[in-house]
């Protein structure tokens, strides 16, 4: 096996998910150490973000817009973060044999034809994990660039406390103090890259097995075609009959791997649906009431908030896409191969082989896709809804909004 497939297979997935001890790694045992990782990085997303920002949201209760720009910026993503991080290292021990299988798949004996099919489905999840790990770094990178400018621009005996953090939050100091300031922001800055990655590699990690299941799908019916395709191959019934229990076998094993993931992050994946609608709402308001209202808020420069929303708002819709995406890639690769043992020339075999055929088109027709919590199956159909949905809740926010702003005129 040339390593380079593996490199590009696994894209950024495994070196990301180290940094925040989730790797599932089947060959090595360092349990306490990625323990140690994973506390950290949930500590520091709750001491420096989540943690003063819910505390901040009793002082503002009441204010609309100061409640959605504080559960927008970092509330919702950091709660999500921290959910992100407790399911994968829940189910780290769960996820090592599928991560060897997913190692001895790239390392089994194949043809050029499978080789080449390995490689396109890699390269669709290697381009997934790459982008979107850069997507996040730039949104937090400007993000954080613009609240430090705000800050230091800022006259700090007139701006609230609360305010002078990157995160806006409830300090038990006081930030004015530079040394409680530099404190601060170096918790506040390393929270966000944390957040980032972790919220970013779970996403793609996901993406990189299903995408490979697809893969693995597609060489699976090019195997049954070219088995039942030409009468004349000169193979005999028991060996027919043996490459047709490898491929029954296969597929069988392929759903199980398919169900594993589904299992394992279903109901994170109802939240993530759940906190991102929510999360995209929110954004849509604050873009409306900051720059078509010209509120002031947490920006005062609106041409860097209009570019901060951007991509605020390409970091939500992407990762919901992902998952839309893979969802139906699977959907369409497990009707495919129903498809594949239905439309094979199993007359060209015996009955007795050709019963084989049964499993599969039986296994087939159960469902095999990506839910959130068993309620609702991700495909692109669920990512209108989606939009949609979050467009119909942001249309009452703005409602509210401006029946309070006619209410305090009068």
Known sequence: MDDQDLKVALGWNQRNMNVIGIWPDPFTARKHWDMCKVLAAILITVFFGVGPQSANLFFIWGDIELVTENLSTANIPGINVILKLSFAWYHKDTFKPVIK???????????????????????????????????????????????????MLSDKNQTSQDHLAIYPGYFPYDLRRTSNFVFTTVG????????????????????????????????????????MG???????????????????????????????????????????????????????????????????????????FFVFFVLLVLFVLVHIYIYCYIGEMILVQNMEMSNAAYESNWFNVSPREARCLLFIMNRSHRPL???????????????????????????????VASSDQVTSLE
């Open 101 to 151: 299988h997913f190692y001895d798949d790239w390392n089994a004996p194949k043809t050029e034809e499978e080789r080449a099919t390995m490689r396109t489905y890699a390269k669709s999840s290697n381009m997934i994990s790459i982008y979107g790990s850069i997507l996040t770094f730039t949104m937090e990178t400007v993000f954080l660039s613009v609240r430090l400018i705000t800050i």
């Open 230 to 304: 030409d009468p004349d191959c000169g193979k005999d019934a028991d060996l027919i009959q043996k490459e047709l229990a490898d491929i029954v076998k296969k597929h069988e094993y392929l759903n199980e791997f398919a169900a594993k993931i589904e299992e394992c992050f279903n109901m994170l994946l109802l939240m993530q649906m759940l906190l991102c609608t929510i999360e995209f709402c929110f954004q849509g308001f604050l873009f409306f009431d900051v720059l078509l209202k010209g509120g002031a808020g947490m920006y005062n420069s609106q041409w860097l």
């Open 369 to 399: 896709c990506l839910t959130a919590g068993k309620f609702s199956t991700f495909s692109m159909e669920l990512f209108s809804t989606i939009l949609k949905t979050a467009m119909g809740y942001l249309s009452v926010l703005l409602t």
């Open 188 to 227: 506040q800055v390393a929270a966000g890259y944390l957040a980032t990655i972790a919220y970013t590699t779970v996403d793609t990690f996901i993406a990189m097995l299903v995408i490979h299941l697809c893969g693995q799908f597609k060489i699976l019916k090019t195997k049954l075609k070219r088995l």
